[in-house]
């Protein structure tokens, strides 16, 4: 067998995998997917905007005006190599979350910890979509309601080193800018990983950070299009809608957890 057809093979076999891992697990994919487009509607724009804002018209800026066109402004505002480094950042995470709850369950044989870590992502959710309805509630989570104590720590250990990127974030500059922003403290974050550890392996748990990241894509890329004044009005308008599907998505990651016990 040469070199050519050990590697179709090897393509083959990953392609399997992947697909074995979008059939299987497509519920909790799914429930990624709301988490990151919900989430990034009512919680992203906060925390994240200021920053695309900031790519967006420091790019603008260094556009010389004759240059200037429709098409340019919006592959601007897409940020391309930052939203793949956010991705990334996000699928690594993945994948580590998955392999350590996976050499948990093979080390200590402990088959219900996949179900234990569904329930923890769905009350992470919960949590997330219960304190927008009720705000009465958010001094008691204030990292979900997004409280700063993590953030400022992140901020005074990584936040001016990355400070001279914003001043041109093009091409690889952009990619490891949203490589380092991808590490920001987030509670909506933290539940996505303890979903991603629910997988119960590497390669899914990638795939559900993957999909999460991919789910908050579209508000920030309409964040850096029309603002972030624009979105915020937007987003007072979802917030309702969206935390009642985020109670909804912690539902049915119960429902998912109590059909592996059973």
Not at 50 to 67: A, G, H, N, Y
Not at 71 to 98: E, K, S
Request: hydrophobic content about 55%; glycine content about 14%; charged content about 10%.
């Amino acid at each position: 067998m040469d070199e050519q057809q050990i590697l179709i093979r090897i393509i083959e076999s990953g392609w399997a995998q992947c697909a074995t891992v979008l059939q299987e697990d497509s519920g909790v994919l799914a429930t990624a997917l709301i988490a990151g487009l919900v989430g990034s509607a009512t919680h992203c724009v906060g925390m994240c905007g200021p920053f695309v804002i900031s790519q967006v018209t420091s790019r603008m800026e260094k556009l010389p005006l004759e240059k200037m066109s429709e098409f340019r402004r919006l592959t601007g505002a897409a940020l391309l190599p930052y939203q793949f480094g956010r991705l990334t950042t996000y699928t690594l995470l993945g994948v580590m979350a998955g392999f350590f709850a996976d050499s948990i369950t093979v080390l200590t044989k402990v088959w219900w910890l996949g179900p234990v870590l569904l329930l923890c992502a769905a009350m992470f959710f919960l949590v997330f979509g219960v304190i927008g309805l009720v705000p009465h509630l958010a001094g008691l989570f204030p990292n979900m309601a997004g409280g700063n104590s993590a953030g400022a720590w992140w901020n005074r250990m990584v936040g001016d080193r990355i400070k001279p990127l914003f001043g041109a974030p093009f091409g690889w500059r952009g990619y490891l800018l949203g490589m380092m922003l991808g590490f920001i403290p987030c509670g909506l974050i933290y539940g996505a990983l303890v979903l991603a550890a629910a997988g119960g392996n590497a390669l899914t748990g990638g795939f559900v950070m993957a999909v999460f990241g991919l789910g908050t894509v579209p508000m920030l890329f309409a964040t850096g299009v029309i603002g972030q004044y624009a979105t915020r009005r937007f987003r007072a308008f979802m917030a309702p809608v969206g935390r009642g599907l985020m109670v909804v998505n912690a539902v049915i990651l119960a429902m998912l957890a109590f059909h592996q016990i059973g």
